[in-house]
């Protein structure tokens, strides 16, 4: 059974830091892409980074650049988004999802899903 699990959502002041963690499990996802997504009330659901798990290849949303990093610990089959300089727009529940594609930038090419976590940023 596939899972990813998010940790590390929760309440931060503008400004401040965050690292998301996403456990995979369940499958080999050696030739996938692992994204982060997030979607903030009354909004869809966004692409935010996401990293080829063979190559470490990374993409990132342009609202993101230079504040958040996507990583991946192959021993551990874990992802991580380190989010840095927050913004109170950057509140959301942030999902990690995996996908066959490459380059995958679209909700709907990712076939896994975790329950999400909630990232909420104070003014």
């Known amino acids: 059974q596939v899972q990813l699990v998010e940790s590390g959502g929760g309440l931060v002041q503008a400004g401040g830091s965050l690292r998301l963690s996403c456990a995979a499990s369940?499958?080999?996802?050696?030739?996938?892409?692992m994204g982060w997504f997030r979607q903030a009330p009354g909004k869809e659901r966004e692409f935010v980074a996401a990293i080829r798990w063979d190559t470490g290849t990374t993409y990132d949303a342009d609202s993101v650049k230079g504040r958040f990093t996507i990583s991946r610990d192959n021993a551990k089959n874990t992802v991580y988004l380190q989010m840095n300089s927050l913004k109170p727009e950057d509140t959301a529940v942030y999902y990690c999802a995996a996908s066959r594609y490459i380059r995958a930038r679209v909700s709907s090419l990712y076939e896994y899903w975790g329950q999400g976590t909630q990232v909420t940023v104070s003014s």
């Open positions: 369940g499958r080999t996802f050696s030739s996938y892409t």
